[in-house]
């Protein structure tokens, strides 16, 4: 079982948890349609370092960021919903870190 | 009108009476309390407990317990405070004092609470709960809402050997049971 560090509780079981998707996709103020599907459907689906929300359902409840391997499943850092996402440099140093 | 108070059935009334001590660990359901939940800025919430006399713990998964009152951290902006049932007018005394923007609910009947106590307790809990309940990682004091088998609940460390459980009414015999299947391993 994944060990999941919510940003509120620490390390937690990844059973308490719920996965929401790709994280810091915001709504447009205004859009013509393809950039509303766009916003609606479209996502990155990377193979590699994927920076996703996800929800500590049975613990706090609170929504935040997770930065995942998606084919190691490593969970590179976790952060709070609200932070800024991290620049590749910062991306790069946690994952030579939790190498 | 008959009084619903004297109707009421305790969830764990027929099981836990017909629960075997053992050395291992006991299981006891616990009377019925007041439960509030509170959901407030950290701010608001320091301001209600002044006024209500119960500090409410600052650091995340920490319960504070004062007399027979005790407040448990579950979220960042969440609290459960739980009382002796005959405390329920306290919840009116959070109600008033609520000085900002704050969701006081009263939860006593949502839940049912039971107690799993003993040197085998963490070995027992260990059979349906993914949590690391090590003393150095689940100390005293600490309490969460997290997974027992397939049912939430709210853990909470009173003592060294000592938890309660905090569960939804519905869910109860199913925890109950789940507690005596792993209590067995202890009886031989």
Same mark, same amino acid.
């Given at each position: 079982?994944?060990?999941?560090?919510?940003?509120?509780?620490?390390?937690?079981?990844?059973?308490? !948890?719920?996965?929401?998707?790709?994280? /810091?996709?915001?709504?447009?103020?205004?859009?013509?349609?393809?950039?509303?599907?766009?916003?609606?459907?479209?996502?990155?689906?990377?193979?590699?370092?994927?920076?996703?929300?996800?929800?500590?359902? /049975?613990?706090?409840g609170?929504?935040?960021?997770c930065?995942?391997?998606? @084919?190691t499943?490593?969970?590179i850092?976790?952060?709070?919903?609200?932070?800024?996402?991290?620049?590749?440099?910062?991306?790069?140093?946690? $994952?030579? /870190? *939790?190498? | 009108? =008959?009084?619903?108070?004297?109707?009421r059935?305790?969830?764990?009334?027929?099981?836990?009476?017909? $629960?075997? &001590?053992? *050395?291992? *660990?006991?299981?006891? #359901?616990?009377?019925?309390?007041?439960?509030?939940?509170?959901?407030?800025?950290?701010? @608001?919430?320091? *301001?209600?407990?002044?006024?209500?006399?119960?500090?409410?713990p600052?650091?995340?998964?920490?319960?504070?317990?004062?007399g027979?009152?005790? %407040?448990?951290?579950?979220?960042?902006?969440?609290?459960?405070?739980?009382? &002796?049932?005959?405390?329920?007018?306290?919840?009116?005394?959070?109600?008033? #004092?609520?000085?900002?923007? %704050? $969701? @006081?609910?009263? @939860? $006593? /009947?949502?839940s049912?609470?039971?107690?799993?106590?003993?040197?085998? #307790?963490?070995?027992?809990?260990?059979?349906?709960?993914?949590?690391?309940?090590?003393?150095? =990682?689940?100390?005293?004091?600490?309490?969460?809402?997290?997974?027992?088998?397939?049912?939430?609940?709210?853990?909470?460390?009173?003592? #060294?050997?000592?938890?309660?459980?905090?569960?939804?009414?519905? !869910?109860?015999?199913?925890?109950?049971?789940?507690?005596?299947?792993?209590?067995?391993?202890? !009886?031989?």
């Open positions: 079982m994944l060990l999941i560090p919510c940003p509120h509780c620490g390390a937690r079981p990844e059973n308490e !948890f719920r996965n929401a998707g790709e994280a /810091h996709i915001a709504r447009p103020a205004e859009a013509d349609d393809a950039a509303w599907a766009d916003y609606l459907y479209m996502r990155t689906n990377p193979k590699g370092v994927f920076i996703e929300r996800w929800r500590h359902i /049975h613990g706090c609170r929504f935040f960021n930065v995942r391997h998606t @084919v499943d490593r969970i850092a976790t952060y709070k919903a609200g932070d800024p996402r991290p620049s590749l440099d910062v991306l790069r140093a946690w $994952s030579e /870190h *939790a190498r | 009108m =008959a009084d619903p108070a004297a109707a059935v305790h969830p764990l009334a027929v099981l836990g009476a017909g $629960s075997m &001590p053992g *050395a291992g *660990a006991t299981l006891r #359901a616990l009377p019925p309390a007041c439960r509030i939940s509170l959901r407030a800025d950290p701010q @608001v919430a320091a *301001a209600i407990a002044a006024a209500i006399g119960l500090p409410l600052e650091a995340m998964c920490r319960a504070n317990v004062l027979a009152r005790a %407040a448990l951290r579950l979220g960042p902006d969440e609290w459960l405070l739980i009382g &002796p049932e005959a405390a329920g007018e306290s919840l009116a005394r959070v109600a008033m #004092a609520v000085p900002g923007p %704050a $969701s @006081v609910v009263d @939860v $006593s /009947h949502r049912t609470a039971l107690e799993i106590a003993g040197p085998r #307790a963490v070995a027992v809990l260990g059979a349906f709960c993914a949590l690391d309940l090590d003393a150095a =990682a689940f100390p005293v004091g600490m309490c969460t809402r997290t997974l027992l088998g397939k049912a939430e609940i709210v853990l909470w460390r009173s003592a #060294a050997e000592c938890f309660r459980i905090e569960v939804w009414r519905s !869910f109860a015999p199913y925890v109950w049971n789940c507690l005596e299947e792993g209590r067995l391993e202890f !009886f031989i």
